[in-house]
T-cell receptor
Framework: GENVEQHPSTLSVQEGDSAVIKCTYSDSASNYFPWYKQELGKRPQLIIDIRSNVGEKKDQRIAVTLNKTAKHFSLHITETQPEDSAVYFC?????????????FGKGTHLIIQP | DGGITQSPKYLFRKEGQNVTLSCEQNLNHDAMYWYRQDPGQGLRLIYYSQIVNDFQKGDIAEGYSVSREKKESFPLTVTSAQKNPTAFYLCASQTAANTGELFFGEGSRLTVL
């Protein structure tokens, strides 16, 4: 089945700096890569996603890049703000899969230092 | 107001008791999921259902059971066979399995005393 590795597990950055979270996946059949943000005590929510036919996608301060050859994708947050503090999960999805069609990384705890 | 609702938010039980966590959605989604979240472990799949009257085991199904008798409902029972049941449980739904955004409930925190 699919295996998703996410790094780092904790990331501390100064407010205003950029943050990058990286994920690798093992199954070349995966074709959809969402990122979820979970604030403390709240539910995970989708913040951005990318499909395998696209190399990069941006939404204001957030961007995701995908390298299908190397099987890795990354989340980039620029001009970080206190409200960016949360746990971020990447996932790799194979639309034709069953129970193992969606695999999450273990999460990155992003801390924004004032 | 469309969404996915879990109850109860907090639950305390004694060892050896079965407990059932409720998950209801009014999004008309076919697929529903149960995840367990422990610190540093990410989101681990317990059970999922692609369609009503059908469900499949996930990675950590032992000690858990589910039913999917109605499209909008996917309750999870944590049985006494689950060796370490204290955790945060998240229910999610999706238009169809492995297609697009997962919508999560607010979670249920189970503590076994």
């Amino acid at each position: 089945g699919e295996n998703v590795e996410q790094h780092p597990s904790t990331l501390s950055v100064q407010e205003g700096d950029s943050a990058v979270i990286k994920c690798t996946y093992s199954d070349s059949a995966s074709n959809y890569f969402p990122w979820y943000k979970q604030e403390l005590g709240k539910r995970p929510q989708l913040i951005i996603d990318i499909r395998s036919n696209v190399g990069e996608k941006k939404d204001q301060r957030i961007a995701v890049t995908l390298n299908k050859t190397a099987k890795h994708f990354s989340l980039h947050i620029t001009e970080t703000q206190p409200e960016d503090s949360a746990v971020y999960f990447c996932a790799a999805v194979y639309s034709g899969g069953g129970a193992d069609g969606l695999t999450f990384g273990k999460g990155t705890h992003l801390i924004i230092q004032p | 107001d469309g969404g996915i609702t879990q109850s109860p938010k907090y639950l305390f039980r004694k060892e050896g008791q079965n407990v059932t966590l409720s998950c209801e959605q009014n999004l008309n989604h076919d697929a529903m999921y149960w995840y367990r979240q422990d610190p540093g472990q990410g989101l681990r799949l317990i059970y999922y259902s692609q369609i009503v009257n059908d469900f499949q085991k996930g990675d950590i199904a032992e000690g858990y059971s589910v039913s999917r008798e109605k499209k909008e409902s996917f309750p999870l029972t944590v049985t006494s066979a689950q060796k370490n049941p204290t955790a945060f449980y998240l229910c999610a739904s999706q238009t169809a399995a492995n297609t697009g955004e997962l919508f999560f409930g607010e979670g249920s925190r189970l503590t076994v005393l």
